[in-house]
């Protein structure tokens, strides 16, 4: 085929591509599509050069898929354990690794390209919240909540929605989340029983010692308060308690009737051991 004859016919066949009606309904401004039809038909150097200065090809060609398996992300957490928090490279080793792992999560490219990345991001959720929680000292406890937090409601997906959309991955956040806000519950509940006892022993022993006509020292009872990134986990911050329980929230509303139901049920739960609705006290 002669080089003009040739122009002329991508020239139609271009104008064809991109005024069509029903093409522009179907294909919008991704000329990928219309690319491979015109490269099937002139071939593929001929078409990138016609089309270079007239559109933008989103894509080269088809880039390798990145899939990540569960053994992967036990791996990181292998590592994330013999990384010394005591040292600062130690602790941003720790931080990247969480980054890593709440980035898989969260990742539409690796997510949409794996049919069974749910799997991966159950494995995620399990150890952000159990094991990574566990020996996470409490910068690291932000970083994971904040991760478990864009995995619930920020996700990116190709199905045109936000937020996680397998309703296994949301059984494991939830009744991670769950256990978590009981712990936490039932540290307060202990604190304030504790404060209680100890206001009755100082009370008995102020009035033994005016009976006695001495006054003496209480110093005893003053309790040090040693503030380091190894205090306890438990009692949460309010606001982690807080994100916690909007997790918790989100999902009695789940399309996913057995989501829906569970966390109905986890909230139940945590209800009847505070004696109140947990809102109420967050």
Known sequence: MK????????????????????????FK????????????????ADARKFLKFRVKLARERKKSVTVIHSKAVETRVDKFL????????????????????????TDSHINENYVESYKTRMTIADALLSTLFSNAIHPEVDLILTGIDKMVFSRSTNLGF????????HD????????????????????????????????????????????????????ANLKDQYQH????????????????????????????????SLKSQLDSLLGLPLDKLL
């Open 233 to 264: 986990t438990f009692p949460l911050p309010p606001e982690q308690a807080k994100l916690l329980l909007a997790i918790l929230d989100h999902y009695r509303f789940s399309p996913w009737p057995d989501s829906r139901e569970t966390a109905a």
């Open 29 to 44: 401004d991704d000329w990928n599509p219309r690319f491979d039809f015109m490269a099937g038909l002139f071939g593929e």
């Open 162 to 169: 936000r937020g996680e959309p397998s309703p296994l991955v």
């Open 3 to 26: 080089r003009g004859v040739k122009y002329f016919l991508m020239l139609a066949v271009y104008a064809w591509l991109r005024f069509d009606l029903a093409l522009r309904l179907a």
């Open 172 to 223: 494991v956040i939830m009744r991670h989340v769950a256990r978590i806000l009981f712990l936490h519950l039932s540290e307060l509940m202990r604190l304030r029983d504790e404060k209680l006892d100890k206001a009755t022993k100082i009370k008995l022993i102020k009035e033994l010692q005016e009976a006695k006509g001495g006054k003496g020292s209480l110093a005893f009872s003053a309790e």
């Open 82 to 105: 013999k990384a010394n928090p005591d040292t600062k490279s130690g602790r941003l080793e720790r931080r990247r690794l969480v980054k890593k792992l709440v980035f898989w999560a």
